[in-house]
């Protein structure tokens, strides 16, 4: 079992920046591949980004290539997602997650976060 607390959200402009942090605790981090998945207002949850367990690998969905970069520090026990030019469509809550295997674009995650707020203004 692993949990995992999502911070970092909050409001910013258009064009802003934000970079969102998930603590780990339980199980260690560097065992599972993690991704950051977002759910806007009437909308489906949606994959954003994806990273191996020992960060070797990455992959975004394609509205966040070049603008969002996923990354994690095992030994922090912490994966990050750094968030650049931030648009309106942006706009979601940002939840964090742990999978059994490298699976790039799945939304299907064994261990979910909370969840946190992330509301671009335009």
């Known amino acids: 079992q692993v949990q995992l607390v999502e911070s970092g959200g909050g409001l910013v402009q258009a064009g802003g920046s934000l970079r969102l942090s998930c603590a780990a605790s339980?199980?260690?981090?560097?065992?599972?591949?993690m991704g950051w998945l977002r759910q806007a207002p009437g909308k489906e949850r949606e994959f954003v980004a994806t990273?191996?367990?020992?960060?070797?690998?990455?992959a975004y969905t394609d509205s966040v290539k070049g603008r969002f970069t996923i990354s994690r520090d095992n030994a922090k026990n912490t994966v990050y997602l750094q968030m650049n030019s931030l648009k309106p469509e942006d706009t979601a809550v940002y939840y964090c997650?742990?999978?059994?295997?490298?699976?790039?674009?799945?939304?299907?995650?064994?261990?979910w976060g909370q969840g946190t707020q992330v509301t671009v203004s335009s």
């Open positions: 997650a742990a999978r059994g295997s490298y699976n790039p674009g799945s939304t299907e995650y064994a261990y």
């Open positions: 990273i191996s367990r020992y960060g070797t690998s990455t």
């Open positions: 339980g199980r260690t981090v560097g065992n599972y591949p």
